[in-house]
T-cell receptor, first 118, second 108 residues
């Protein structure tokens, strides 16, 4: 079974430029998450989707960040314009609300996109 | 909100046992997760506790005390490949909140 796929893996852009990240979750997972992870820190939730609906975007800086999950499968996260402080790893994760018999609802993470803003 | 504390860094020797502690204060609790993250890689699931007690899975065990807001991850028979960051994460009403992670360095 394929895991969570993200692209690109690395991106270097100049400040004020736009950038977009793409995520394909595990097949059948209806919940999708975007996290931001700074060096030496744990992941911080940006937005959570249940199918195509954004159910928690309270931590998403909406003045420059946007996200979409058309058709409830793939998702894109966009930053426009990027700032120096946006340099970080952007992680996508997915989970199934129909938990397995262990009832863990564990999240499966993609490899992340490392963004460097210069 | 959630507040999660874990040590920043720990060192141990190959073959030894190490315990990584995590304390938390939450407004809602629906389970505690431990994830392992190697440098430059995605976090991977290690364990899940929702009831008090010890969960054992091979060389790794995780303990939870809900009344004390406390958990630990126990790693036995340490191997060099166990050098990684270990993330404690608490599930609230609907989302996971992660601690900053404990960087474990295993030396020969």
């Amino acid at each position: 079974e394929a895991g969570v796929v993200q692209s690109p893996r690395y991106k270097i852009i100049e400040k004020k430029q736009p950038v977009a990240f793409w995520c394909n979750p595990i097949s059948g997972h209806n919940t999708l998450y975007w996290y931001l992870q700074n060096l030496g820190q744990g992941p911080e939730l940006l937005i959570r989707y249940e199918n195509e609906e954004a159910v928690d975007d309270s931590q998403l800086p909406k003045d420059r960040f946007s996200a979409e999950r058309l058709k409830g499968v793939d998702s894109t996260l966009k930053i426009q314009p990027a700032e120096l402080g946006d340099s970080a790893v952007y992680l996508c994760a997915s989970s199934s609300s129909r938990a397995n018999h262990q009832e863990t609802y564990e999240q499966y993470f993609g490899p992340g996109t490392r963004l460097t803003v210069t | 909100g959630q507040n999660i504390d874990q040590p920043t860094e720990m060192t141990a020797t190959e073959g030894a046992i190490v315990q990584i502690n995590c304390t938390y204060q939450t407004s809602g609790f629906n389970g505690l997760f431990w994830y392992q993250q190697h440098a430059g890689e995605a976090p991977t699931f290690l364990s899940y506790n929702v009831l008090d007690g010890l969960e054992e899975k091979g060389r790794f065990s995780s303990f939870l005390s809900r009344s004390k807001g406390y958990s630990y991850l126990l790693l036995k028979e340490l191997q060099m490949k166990d050098s990684a960051s270990y993330l404690c994460a608490v599930k609230g009403y609907s989302t996971l909140t992660f601690g900053k992670g404990t960087m474990l360095l295993v030396s020969p």
